[in-house]
């Protein structure tokens, strides 16, 4: 292959892997806040990590689970607590283990003390953690555990029937 094609290559491939990188939205502090506080339907926050071995095992029942909630509009937003040099890896590492990356952001944050009281003022920064959060009815309830199947399918329930967190 000639030079001008190693280049064009190189090229390409690097510019395919920033678009592929760009699909996955990097938040702040405050875009958390924001999507806690101002949620405007009932939702599930997981903050996760690609290294974190019982974050990755508990997504796809939570998907699974979600699929079942469709009419009711839950949205699932799994924050990426990755370190900023893998945020490139992301998205091939959700198209892996099909997660929906329409529903990963990556927190642009490193300091713990700043967004995990956002999530629980309790939370040490333990991962997996998820926040169950439904703004019109009061429910606010925060887990800082892997959560199995049936326990993610309990919490959802009372996301969508309880009026106010414990």
């Not at 001008?4 to 678009?19: N, P, Q, R």
């Not at 490139?88 to 642009?108: C, E, N």
Request: proline letters at 6%.
């Amino acid at each position: 292959m000639k030079l001008s094609k190693k280049i064009l290559l190189a090229f390409f491939l690097a510019v395919g892997s920033t678009v592929a990188a760009q699909q996955i939205p990097k938040w702040k502090l405050a875009d958390l806040r924001k999507a806690i506080e101002q949620s405007d339907r009932p939702t599930v926050v997981n903050f996760w990590a690609s290294f974190c071995k019982p974050c990755v095992a508990e997504i796809p029942g939570f998907q699974q689970e979600l699929k079942k909630w469709d009419s009711a509009g839950i949205r699932l937003v799994l924050v990426s607590l990755d370190l900023p040099d893998d945020y490139a890896k992301l998205p091939a590492f959700a198209k892996r283990f099909k997660f929906d990356t329409g529903s990963i952001v990556f927190l642009d944050e490193t300091n713990a003390d700043l967004f995990c009281p956002v999530a629980d003022p309790k939370w040490s920064g333990a991962i997996p953690a998820t926040l169950f959060i439904n703004n019109k009815t009061g429910y606010w309830h925060f887990v800082e555990d892997p959560l199995k199947k049936e326990d993610f399918a309990a919490e959802i329930r009372k996301l969508m029937t309880e009026k106010k967190a414990d």
